[in-house]
């Protein structure tokens, strides 16, 4: 793959809501914890919904467990999922053709409220 450039996509950015936090590799931890905590304490949302995909999952998994260390009478929601995801490469090279590969990239959603959630969900 060294003689391919990877070519970013414009992807249809759907809107994220208030109590929705998208936690990434590059982010810091102690900011995804103290946005938290502000959601839930200070502005009074009833519950925050945390979503990662592949390499950030544990560090979604470190923040939401120090978050109900720090927050007593969370009540938690879990559930996973996978998603395709294709990237197209360019060549740098004359002669090459242009590539379509296809990630299977790992996906997970935890809800914590004040309030109990669905007891009849799996996670």
């Known amino acids: 793959?060294?003689?391919?450039?990877?070519?970013?996509?414009?992807r249809a950015e759907?809107?994220?809501?208030?109590?929705?936090?998208?936690?990434t590799t590059q982010g810091?931890?102690?900011?995804?914890?103290?946005?938290?905590?502000?959601l839930l304490q200070e502005k009074g949302s009833g519950e925050i919904v945390f979503k990662a995909m592949g390499r950030a999952i544990s560090k979604t998994a470190m923040i939401v467990e120090l978050i109900k260390r720090r927050i007593v009478g969370l009540h938690q929601?879990?559930?996973?999922?996978?998603?395709?995801?294709?990237d197209t490469w360019e060549p740098l090279e004359e002669g090459l053709l242009p590539l379509e590969t296809t990630r299977h990239v790992?996906?997970?959603?935890i809800t914590l409220?004040?309030?109990?959630?669905?007891?009849?969900?799996?996670g």
């Open 1 to 10: 793959m060294d003689r391919y450039q990877r070519v970013e996509k414009p």
């Open 14 to 23: 759907t809107p994220i809501n208030e109590n929705e936090i998208r936690i």
């Open 28 to 38: 810091r931890m102690r900011s995804y914890i103290t946005y938290a905590t502000s």
């Open 77 to 86: 929601n879990t559930s996973i999922g996978s998603t395709d995801i294709t």
């Open 106 to 109: 790992s996906m997970i959603t």
């Open 113 to 122: 409220s004040k309030k109990e959630l669905d007891a009849s969900s799996v």
